[in-house]
């Protein structure tokens, strides 16, 4: 599968974004898709993620700013971000493993550079 994170750019803080998340193939309904983040000298870090059933996880500190959702017909997944902060600042990245499959598929990421 192949998964491409678009919907970056440059923003004030307060302000939204909503990134999306593309991916190849047809069982796309079947994946969970996670969203992960990573800032300048920083690892990378899951803070987000949406089942095929719809559930949602989102890290603690991060929770009430984020919203994941999905459009199965548009093999598409979402992560709204709200409130933004300078310290979002970072290059966010989605990712999966399907089904049956064991290795973890990592989508291009797309930068958010948030300004105070």
């Known amino acids: 599968v192949q998964l491409q994170a678009s919907g970056g750019g440059s923003v004030q803080a307060g302000g939204s974004l909503t990134l999306s998340c593309s991916a190849s193939?047809?069982?796309?309904?079947?994946?969970?898709i996670d969203w992960y983040r990573q800032a300048p000298g920083k690892q990378r870090e899951l803070i987000a993620a949406?089942?095929?059933?719809?559930?949602?996880y989102y890290v603690v500190r991060l929770e009430g700013r984020l919203l994941v959702s999905r459009d199965n017909a548009q093999n598409t997944a979402y992560l709204q971000i709200n409130s933004l902060k300078p310290e979002d600042t970072a290059t966010y990245y989605c990712?999966?493993?399907?089904?049956?499959?064991?290795?973890?598929?990592w989508g291009q990421g797309t930068q958010v550079t948030v300004s105070s």
């Open positions: 193939g047809n069982t796309f309904s079947s994946y969970t």
């Open positions: 990712a999966t493993m399907p089904p049956g499959e064991s290795n973890y598929c």
């Open positions: 949406i089942g095929s059933d719809g559930s949602t």
